[in-house]
């Protein structure tokens, strides 16, 4: 059974940072494609990083150069470093995994965090 558990958010004023984490258990975690998801309330949720087994990453515009995704298979671990938050960030986040880029990309990963709540006051 694959698990992905986040933990890091909470509330910030903008300007500010957040590290999230998710611990990931029940699979070959190394070669696995991750990523970081957020939906806002009354949107759609929207792809914020990947990262492959290799370390190579992608961004979406609206976060490129503020945050940062990071893996340890050592320690079956994700993070995503989030600076120079912005109201516009608040959200739930999730971590995904899949052993498929594709699938991950297009948002139809095949395991899921429960998330994690990130908050970004003005």
């Known amino acids: 059974q694959v698990q992905l558990v986040e933990s890091g958010g909470g509330s910030v004023q903008a300007g500010g940072s957040l590290r999230l984490s998710c611990a990931a258990s029940?699979?070959?975690?190394?070669?696995?494609?991750l990523g970081w998801f957020r939906q806002a309330p009354g949107k759609e949720r929207e792809r914020v990083a990947i990262?492959?087994?290799?370390?190579?990453?992608s961004y979406s515009d609206s976060v490129k150069g503020r945050f940062t995704i990071s893996r340890d298979n050592a320690k079956n671990t994700l993070s995503l470093q989030m600076n120079s938050l912005k109201p516009e960030d608040t959200a739930m986040y999730y971590c995904?995994?899949?052993?498929?880029?594709?699938?991950?990309?297009?948002?139809?990963?095949?395991?899921w965090g429960q998330g994690t709540q990130v908050t970004v006051s003005s």
């Open positions: 029940g699979y070959t975690y190394s070669s696995y494609y």
């Open positions: 995904a995994a899949d052993p498929v880029h594709y699938k991950l990309w297009v948002g139809s990963a095949n395991y």
């Open positions: 990262i492959d087994s290799y370390g190579t990453t």
